[in-house]
């Protein structure tokens, strides 16, 4: 059986009563009380008007004296005066107090508890208008458990809802682990409970944060399953097919590390699949961000639907912007183009490796490695002027972080009837001396 006298406790019960406490224990402060705020002699060394007791003193019984220095608490205020220990003066207010009898310390049971309340703080604060109380701490929630809502008060909890540093429109979970009843001579009860506060994700964002992994492990589903690029492997014909029709027949293997094999991409909300080529969308430090997806026939040209090529659902925690499919890791140069067929043209018909940045506002916002000197923007050919203008936002970011820009345009006119020409119809055209064209 233990026993003990809390002082949190004791400190709790004489908050606003040490006027009372002082009139019992402390009668040398009698005319300090009289003129609470104003200077008096100090009841220890004596003098004019060196000492005083704050207005609000009854709170917690502060004082000071400007020779024997200033006290911070009631019990602070005893030990000086009456030459009292701290736990000397804690057991005598605890007494006075009833929390204890005369010389003995009350008994403390302390029980277990599985009290739990979850839900958003629609009050946190000592001034609750609803509950009409300004001197208790008050914490209102909505409660998820119950559907009701629920105030709960107290020193304990507002210590450690402080230490949280919670605040209204939180979603926090509470839990009551002990309950501790404290009871005065004059059968007055008293208690004291041990809180645990966390901050949970509002249910919104839960949802959402549950969505995006199941994105995040499609993303790499999709890649794992698919197959290396073997290029003389039958298996992997309408691939093969569809590089040679785009005249990247002769690629190195080596380059298409960031490129796989689907023998089975399906269509959404439908059951019919189509082959694909998977393109690996990284960013700058080469994790897997998304993931690319050509939709092909089996004689190896895009499949006819509203939208051949696509990119995953990109989760809501990460984002595209600044990454690329990566066709060669870079040393000093670096060659960047829109699409992915581009890209693999400029590594054809110059060696360069070159990251495909998927769209124009792609090729704005790319991120370029530390080690890379100097870039070479192959730019698309529109009769809007989109390529163009984004190639040299590009080359203008990049010479103002202090790297060598140079874009490279298509040397050829627009054909007629068409919205613009790229490097990859430069390379179906005229083979690899059209590159060497736009050197000349």
């Known amino acids: 059986m233990a026993y003990r006298i ?6 709790q019960v004489a908050k606003g009563q040490w006027d009372r406490i002082f009139s019992r224990l402390a009668p040398a402060l009698k005319q300090a009380q009289e003129h609470a705020g104003k200077h008096v002699p100090c009841p220890v060394h004596g003098g004019k008007d060196a000492f005083r007791l704050f207005p609000d003193y009854s709170v917690n019984g502060a004082c000071v004296c400007n020779t024997c220095g200033s006290f911070r608490d009631g019990f602070a205020t005893l030990s000086w005066i009456n030459g009292w220990t701290f736990w000397k003066s804690l057991e005598a207010v605890a007494s006075e107090l009833g929390l204890i009898a005369k010389g003995v310390s ?3 049971p302390k029980q277990l508890t599985s009290d739990i309340w979850r839900g958003v703080i629609l009050y946190v604060g000592r001034h609750d208008i609803a509950s009409g109380s300004s001197s208790d701490f008050v914490l209102r929630l909505y409660d998820e458990i119950s559907t009701s809502q629920v105030t709960l008060k107290g020193a304990d909890l507002e210590k450690v809802c402080k230490q949280k540093s919670v605040k209204i429109s939180q979603r926090i979970e509470i839990r009551r682990v002990t309950n501790e009843n404290f009871r005065r001579s004059d059968e007055y009860p008293f208690g004291r409970c041990t809180w645990q506060v966390s901050i949970v994700k509002d249910k919104r964002n839960w949802q959402k944060d549950k969505a995006d992994e199941r994105y995040h492990q499609y993303i790499e589903r999709l890649w794992q399953s698919a197959c290396p690029v073997r290029l003389h492997s039958a298996t992997q014909e309408p691939l093969m097919l569809y590089l040679k029709h785009r005249g990247l027949a002769l690629i190195d293997e080596e380059r298409l590390v ?5 023998r089975f991409c399906r269509i959404l909300d439908s059951e019919h699949t189509f082959p694909g080529m998977i ?6 430090a080469g994790r897997l961000v998304n993931v690319h997806s050509t939709l092909l026939t089996e004689d190896g040209f895009k499949a006819a639907v509203e939208v051949p090529k696509r990119l995953c659902k990109q989760p809501s925690d990460s984002t595209i912007s600044g ?7 870079p040393k000093k140069v670096l060659a960047l183009a829109e699409g992915i067929e581009t890209a693999l043209s400029v590594v054809v018909g110059t060696g360069l490796p070159c990251w495909s940045c998927i769209s124009a506002n792609g090729l704005i916002s790319v991120q370029i490695p530390p080690e890379v000197e100097h870039v070479y923007i192959y730019a698309d050919k529109d009769r809007s002027g989109v390529g163009q203008e984004a190639a040299e936002k590009l080359r203008q970011r990049l010479l103002s972080d202090g790297i060598h820009a140079d874009i490279v345009s298509v040397p050829y006119a627009i054909p007629t009837n068409t919205k ?3 490097w990859n119809d430069v390379l179906v055209n005229y083979g690899q001396l059209g590159f060497s064209k736009s050197f000349g």
């Open 6 to 11: 809390d002082i949190s406790v004791v400190r």
């Open 106 to 108: 009350q008994q403390v």
């Open 258 to 262: 960031n490129i796989r094999f689907n």
């Open 279 to 284: 393109a690996a969308v990284r960013d700058i």
């Open 323 to 329: 990454c690329a499919i990566h066709f060669g890791e």
């Open 420 to 422: 613009g020409i790229d």
